[in-house]
């Protein structure tokens, strides 16, 4: 667009879907071009608004999934069955679609730029936004210390298992993941919810003032960031995410 001002974050444009991956049995990725994208930060997410029964339109925010440095943006969406958007992106959107897009939006963002150790804790949906952080932090020259708690419900619900597994593979990212309702038979890892044990043993102590990052259901993140604090974590360092991609925030 040489020569045309790109629009701000607030102005809506449309994008064409080019791929559409089943990450899980409820979560689908979307892959955008989107021409007069500006740009985004680790973190940050996009409100997407769709026509219904063609007379009103619904929007909902969904976190960013591809880092700033890919070549594509990606959104990846978890259905919800009541949903009235989550349903067609997730199970019914074809490449070549369109969807109306705008953004980047938010400050729940990735900082690079200091030492202190990382602690990143998701439930579900949640991993979105540390997917972008992560894949940010390889391109980085930094070597920043990142530990990464995700809570599921089973490892197929693990999404991105793969990338999440490859970063753990190469030391790039301490993982552990909490499986709350099924695990395999030789699964040695924590059953259950995330618990103040699990929290304590995978948290810096506060003296090394690590920042931390929390997204998922809202009790969720209001819940683990409370036994943080009364861990003597300091809460200025605490940050949260949470009412994306569900119906409180977006479905």
């Not at 972008?132 to 391109?139: I, T």
């Not at 003296?207 to 969720?220: E, L, N, S």
Request: hydrophobic share 40%; aromatic share 8%; proline share 8%.
């Amino acid at each position: 667009m040489s020569g045309t001002a790109l629009p701000g974050p607030r102005t809506w444009q449309l994008g064409t879907v080019t791929e559409v991956v089943r990450e899980t049995p409820r979560a689908t990725s979307i892959v955008l071009e989107l021409p007069c994208w500006r740009g985004h930060r680790a973190g940050q997410h996009v409100d997407v608004r769709l026509a219904v029964d063609g007379a009103r339109h619904v929007q909902r925010s969904y976190s960013i999934a591809s880092a700033p440095e890919d070549d594509y943006v990606m959104l990846t969406v978890e259905r919800v069955p009541d949903g009235e958007v989550s349903p067609y992106l997730a199970d019914e959107l074809r490449t070549r679609d369109r969807l109306e897009v705008r953004g980047p939006i938010g400050d729940f963002v990735w900082d690079d730029s200091g030492p202190e150790p990382v602690l990143l804790i998701a439930a579900g949906w949640g991993i979105v936004p540390f997917r972008s952080m992560l894949r940010h932090r390889r391109f980085g020259p930094g070597d920043v210390p990142v530990r990464l708690l995700y809570s599921a419900r089973s490892l197929r619900d693990v999404i991105y298992c793969r990338e999440l597994l490859r970063f753990a593979a190469y030391d790039e990212v301490d993982i552990r993941f909490a499986l709350t309702r099924e695990w395999p038979q030789n699964w040695h890892g924590h059953r259950g919810r995330i618990d103040g044990r699990l929290l304590s043993e995978m948290s810096w102590p506060a003296a090394d003032r690590p920042r931390i990052f929390i997204c998922g259901p809202t009790a969720f993140a209001q819940t683990i960031a409370s036994v943080l604090v009364a861990q003597g974590q300091n809460p200025e360092r605490i940050r949260q995410l949470s009412g994306l991609g569900r119906p409180d925030g977006g479905s």
